[in-house]
């Protein structure tokens, strides 16, 4: 695992509980300290680090926010370019496009387990955070089979369920399920704050749920949404128009009526969503990449393997 932050650190937590041997590396020597108190495994020198991956085959796993991905590529392509290699960035095209740059494509599966917290760091880890969770795992064109099934494997050892998608498709479906959502809190918090000690005094649950995430550390939601701009920038132009729109009807007709029915529609779909197993289909066989994508798009899940 390189980094232990908050995803990393509760990569490492989790794969060890799951029974697997698994060390860590963080540039942070305190954040090292407190994986070894803890009783992991873990260094603070990157070089020795990817060296005993590359003498195990370990699969490496990036977990350090993106604007330090490509200084990681960079030190695995000199001391372990024969490592299977994924990563849980919360973009997926970006940092694809990063690891062919670097030679490393042949032998990289992106994935990106959505599950998290609004803190971070090594205290803020949990071995359960990805338990229950969905964990997507990147099924691209050229996808080397034997690297997937290790990073589904990975995935379902944590406690998640996996599901297949092209980068750029999980990059649109993600801008609008969780990066539209962090650019919603941040306007919602600015909002409360806008109307002083009385409008925050009277906040209550949804003021709260609703900027849960506004609360996450600044650099990390700007990496995470600036990483995906294409795709963000389509979700927040619907978001404008349907608020427009959900103004003009207001102004006009004193209703809010449309918007407020439609999202109920929407929530309701979403609380009653239905998933399926994906079976029968091998990685490696012919056609398997589309057979995956498309049963991911439709509601289905890796369970086992």
């Avoid at 990063?98 to 803020?124: C, D, F, K």
């Amino acid at each position: 695992m390189l980094g232990l932050g908050l995803i990393g650190g509760s990569l490492l937590r989790a794969a060890v509980a799951g029974g697997r041997v698994a060390w860590g590396y963080n540039r942070s020597s305190d954040t090292v300290e407190a994986a070894r108190a803890d009783g992991f495994d873990a260094d603070s020198d990157l070089i020795a680090t990817l060296k005993r991956a590359e003498a195990d085959k370990a699969l490496i796993v990036i977990a350090v926010p993106v604007p330090a991905v490509d200084a990681v590529l960079s030190a695995i392509a000199e001391h372990a370019p024969g490592c299977p290699l994924t990563d849980v960035v919360s973009v997926k095209a970006e940092i694809a496009a990063a690891v062919s740059r670097h030679g490393l494509a042949p032998q990289y599966v992106g994935g990106h387990p959505m599950a998290g917290t609004s803190e971070s760091g090594w205290t803020a880890g949990d071995a359960d955070l990805f338990r229950g969770a969905v964990w997507v795992v990147a099924t691209d064109d050229g996808a080397d089979p034997t690297v997937w099934s290790q990073v589904a494997q990975l995935a379902l050892d944590c406690g998640s369920e996996v599901v297949p998608a092209e980068s750029a498709e999980h990059d649109r479906a993600a801008a609008r399920i969780s990066h539209l959502p962090h650019i919603l809190a941040e306007t919602l918090a600015i909002t409360g704050d806008a109307g002083g000690p009385l409008a925050l005094g009277l906040a209550a649950g949804s003021f709260r749920d609703g900027t849960r995430v506004a609360g996450s550390a600044p650099a990390l939601v700007r990496a995470m949404c600036e990483g995906n701009r294409d795709g963000l920038l389509i979700a927040m132009d619907e978001a404008l128009d349907l608020l427009t729109r959900a103004r003009r009807d207001l102004a006009e007709n004193g209703s809010t009526a449309t918007l407020v029915e439609a999202g109920y529609a929407a929530r309701s779909a979403y609380e009653t969503q239905q998933t399926s197993d994906i079976t029968g289909i091998t990685p490696g066989d012919d056609g398997w990449i589309d057979a995956m994508r498309e049963a991911g798009r439709h509601g289905g899940r890796v369970r086992n393997l």
